[in-house]
């Protein structure tokens, strides 16, 4: 106890006060996640302007409650009892179990990274972020990113400001993509990227080159709302998505949003195509199962929160791509699909499965794209966020590097901004969020493959029996909270390290048969 | 200055900090609020543990920050310069406009009543408040008061020692009576009371005596919640609620949430009678058109707040009652209600007049009870809570008590506590906050006849012009907030000082000519 000085608590208090903290920070994160979820599915839009106060105000709080001295305190005392700290792991020592240095570990990380930036920047920073948002619909409207820049210039400012107030001495783009994908180094997603843009350019190349055209035969039609919503919900009655712990809702860019004890989904429909909502909602079911399988008497402590967004976003790819795109999910769900769209009776199981896994290069939007193309949209914006963060590309250049990229790896280009750099909000927000989208695939395959080694997943999703996968994914990942950092975890999942053989094997797999290659 | 010690700082930098202050309880109240409509409205049961945590923590957080030193600081650099306390007047001086003054007035009062109230006694009251909710649907269900009696007990308890700590020199039903209706003395309510209790109760007789039984043209058929849904939605259309600010959804106990951007209502249906969903709907838009009357440049003062329980729900029942239940509107309103029925195609305008205007005094159940036999519903439980909260009534004996007031207001007599006693859930939360109920109803009546010198009420409800009254009603009462108390509001409005003469009168006018007295 060395370090300690005289006023410093006992440590067991410590600990108490600071499980209390992370409670306090949990609700009110929770209370701003479940208004976001109101402002997206139901909220009038002129509630707005009290919204927007709302939010600010629990966020204030929230950095306030954060960064208060007493927390140093509390971290202090406790790290000097046995926390190892910056190595990103946790050993106990004395009073400390391994679960509660993980809190620690936690606190400590999500305290360092907002004591030094100052209330005033976070405040400015959201108010920019939703005028941003605004500038941003205008400028995709008008096809115009003249008029988009410089409301980007002053987000990446403040961007900059926020990592420079976080660690002056490192680099910037660093510093925000540990907002995204804490513990997992940069180098390696970096280099994943590079084996997965390397592997998957040659093979669309190598699809395109093929030319065989895969069926649609959901094309042609015509989907109401009304029976598409009732298709999904009887969808996520077949998938056993828990109704008193969620509920399935519209949005036009669908999400999850919630907690252990409440997980909701939304979807959106178009008219043409009932893949889309399909896979959409299945996607975001996938999200809910990793926060319905978190503990629920972890519940505001680190221990009782999801991990990061490639995790998150493993879940998801795992219910989408590795049950909701087989063929053997396509023998369970084709009557239910026909029940609610009775001309589609003629459709074969073949067929359909080829349509949920068609490739279609030539699409230019991110969410809109295949199975394969998407993680080179994924790549893409990674690189122009980093240039742009770390001062090597100008502002002026970016609808140019763009379509140059979309060329590069998928033989198109964008006539217009609103169908090439301006098609995403995300600008909106920040920089340097993107890599978990892809990193969640690659998990997701490597999960895939661990989980088949211990179950017949196939013959259990042609049964329509999904609690197993489920539990699976529970007993491996759910529960552990943020337990580990994202590597550990993975190889306590799979007992392996993080690779993405697996999903490159995924893919050269499925789509070398699906297009005869 | 001279009460001003050396640390004080100051006065407009005093208000303007009070201001921030003020705006960040709003926000923390009005975060409770939507995530309480969505409790009650959208979310999936299992989610209660994690809601429950949210709203504890927003309410904990509001009251450090009422409660915190410096608003006392801030409160009294303000108040000697110029703002007198106590009297519920705010006088200007020095630096303050009136306005400003009663920012610092309302601000002072909620201060005052909870910077002695230990938070922990909060949290208490809260988690008993939920526990109590509970028991209380079990003791209804098995109709077994004593079942619901210790957690009664012990909620008065809570309750008293909350007044105590409010101010232990006071009667403690006189100041949880100030949650509910401040600044206006209750001897002023309890005078009010005693006329329509002595006036009431013997028309009611007269009523029942004279035997004339109105017609019930809507009686015997069953009418589909979505039609009802339909018509709600359609006769707000008529009414003009704007639906870029409010949305209407169902909550088996109707009531509206929100502020001037977003005021939402719910409604709910019986399957037997379309007359019960549509006041219910037309008496929330009422409350919305408060909450969306008050200006939006004042949200997050006092200026930009509803005043009280009771001039709330004098804007609900004046929509209700003085709109919604005149033969104007039912000439403009019928229509469309067969529109959406075809079988009421041979109701008459006379006829639907009545049958919503009938009196049926056996009726045991409150929120089902006419526009008569409703206040003495009111009355009856504020006596009984004002003798239970003063030690004059021991509680087994309120069961009996309940009865026999019932007998004597009303002739009827509960044969279960469940239809007696147990029926509303208020004692699961507190007591003394019923008056506003009754007193809406005489605030409505006086406002009604106000405008009436003003407006061609009638006149314009029948041609569907219904803006002139909102506005009227904005102009009056809305866009002060809280600028007035009370009766100094009333007298603003309507020139007159409060009384219940309107209210009687009109009783009297409307019941004596439809049931021929």
């Known amino acids: 106890m060395a370090t300690v000085d005289e006023t410093a608590i006992d440590p067991s208090d410590a ?13 009110l994160r929770m209370a701003s996640m479940a208004l976001g979820w109101d402002q997206r599915v139901m909220m009038p839009e002129g509630g707005t302007p009290a919204r927007a106060g709302q939010l600010s105000t629990l966020s204030s709080l929230g950095h306030e409650l954060l960064t208060a001295d007493e927390v140093a305190t509390w971290l202090e005392a406790l790290e000097s009892d046995g926390v190892t700290r910056d190595t990103g792991n946790a050993e106990s020592a004395d009073g400390l179990t391994d679960e509660q240095a993980a809190v620690v570990r936690e606190l400590r990380r999500e305290h360092d990274r907002a004591v030094d930036v100052p209330a005033d920047l976070i405040e400015r920073l959201t108010a920019h972020q939703a005028e ?28 900059r400001e926020r990592a420079a107030a976080i ?3 490192e680099n910037p783009y660093r510093v925000l993509y540990e907002d995204s994908l ?7 997603v970096e280099r994943i990227f590079d084996e997965l843009r390397e592997h998957l350019v040659p093979l669309i190349d190598e699809i395109q080159d093929r030319g065989r055209e895969l069926p649609t035969p959901f094309a042609g039609h015509t989907y109401d709302e009304e029976t598409q919503m009732a298709l999904s919900e009887a969808v996520l009655d077949v998938l ?9 809702d519209t949005a036009p860019h669908p999400f999850m949003s919630g907690n252990q004890f409440d997980a909701r989904i939304t979807t959106r429909f178009r008219e043409d195509d009932p893949l889309d909502a399909l896979t959409a909602t299945i996607h975001e079911f996938g999200h809910a199962t990793y926060q319905l399988g978190l503990p629920k008497d972890q519940y505001g402590t680190p221990l009782g929160s999801s991990l990061s967004s490639g995790v998150h976003e493993s879940q998801s790819r795992f219910w989408e791509n590795h049950v909701g795109r087989t063929r053997a999910f396509w023998e369970l769900i084709l009557p239910t699909v026909k029940e609610h769209f009775p001309h589609l009776e003629d459709v074969t199981v073949d067929e359909a499965y080829a349509a949920v896994n068609r490739i279609y290069p030539d ?14 949209h994924v790549i893409l914006r990674c690189e122009i966020d980093r240039a742009f963060v770390e001062g090597d590309l100008d502002i002026v250049d970016i609808p140019e590097v763009w379509n140059d990229k979309m060329d590069d790896y998928l033989g198109v280009r964008p006539k217009t901004d609103a169908e090439g750099c301006l098609q995403d909000t995300h600008w ?50 759910h529960r552990h909270g943020q337990r580990y950092p994202t590597e550990e975890l993975i190889e306590v999942a799979t007992g392996e390290p993080l690779t993405a053989e697996y999903f490159l094997e995924y893919v050269d797999e499925k789509f070398r048969a699906l297009y005869g290659l």
Chains 1, 2 share one sequence.
Request: proline share 4%.
């Open 15 to 27: 600990y108490d006060r600071l499980l209390e903290r992370s409670e306090k920070l949990t609700n």
């Open 132 to 159: 941003t948002q605004q500038v941003w619909q205008e400028a995709k409207a008008a096809d115009d990113f003249e008029r988009f820049a410089p409301a980007l210039e002053e987000l990446i400012a403040l961007h």
């Open 167 to 169: 660690d002056p001495a």
């Open 182 to 188: 804490p513990y997992l180094p940069l180098e390696t």
């Open 240 to 248: 056993g998505y828990d109704r008193t712990h969620g509920r399935l």
């Open 363 to 376: 699409n230019l939007i991110r969410v809109e794209a295949d199975e394969l193309t998407y993680h080179l």
């Open 428 to 477: 909106s927000y920040g920089f340097a969020g993107f890599q978990g989208y892809t990193i969640g695939s690659v998990l997701a395959a490597q999960l895939d493959a661990a989980m088949r080694e211990d179950l017949e997943v196939d013959a259990l999703v042609r049964e329509g029996e999904f609690d197993p996968l489920r539990e699976w994914m529970t007993e491996h990942v």
